[in-house]
């Protein structure tokens, strides 16, 4: 599976954006998935996390009742909902998929097929 991440952007604080990721091939809907972000300097945090069907989400305390995490898998991509952003949202946003169907990690060394990353810039 290949992924590739888009919608990225500068926004003011308060603003919003949806990400997507777009997976190729015929098992990205067989997997989980997770949306992750890489600040400078910091290390690459999971942001939020969605079980292959869709049942199960994950998100960061940074995140909750901000982002929402969705997936299609008819178009073989998810999305990323984010709003009200703020300046400490701004990061490289990747996507990638889990080990497996559940969602049982969130951590970014159990996630594979990493595409290239969005960044998304939020402004004061």
């Known amino acids: 599976v290949q992924l590739q991440a888009s919608g990225g952007g500068s926004v003011q604080t308060g603003g919003s954006l949806i990400l997507s990721c777009a997976g190729s091939?015929?098992?990205?809907?067989?997997?989980?998935a997770g949306w992750f972000r890489q600040a400078p300097g910091k290390e690459r945090e999971c942001v939020a996390g969605i079980s292959w069907n869709g049942d199960n989400t994950y998100y960061a305390d940074f995140v909750k009742g901000r982002f929402t995490v969705s997936r299609d898998n008819a178009k073989n991509t998810m999305y990323l909902q984010m709003n009200d952003l703020k300046p400490e949202d701004t990061a490289v946003y990747y996507c990638?998929?889990?080990?497996?169907?559940?969602?049982?990690?969130?951590?970014?060394?159990?996630?594979?097929?990493w595409g290239q990353g969005t960044l998304v810039t939020v402004s004061s």
């Open positions: 990638a998929i889990g080990p497996g169907s559940l969602l049982i990690t969130t951590h970014w060394a159990e996630f594979n097929s």
């Open positions: 091939g015929r098992t990205f809907s067989d997997y989980a």
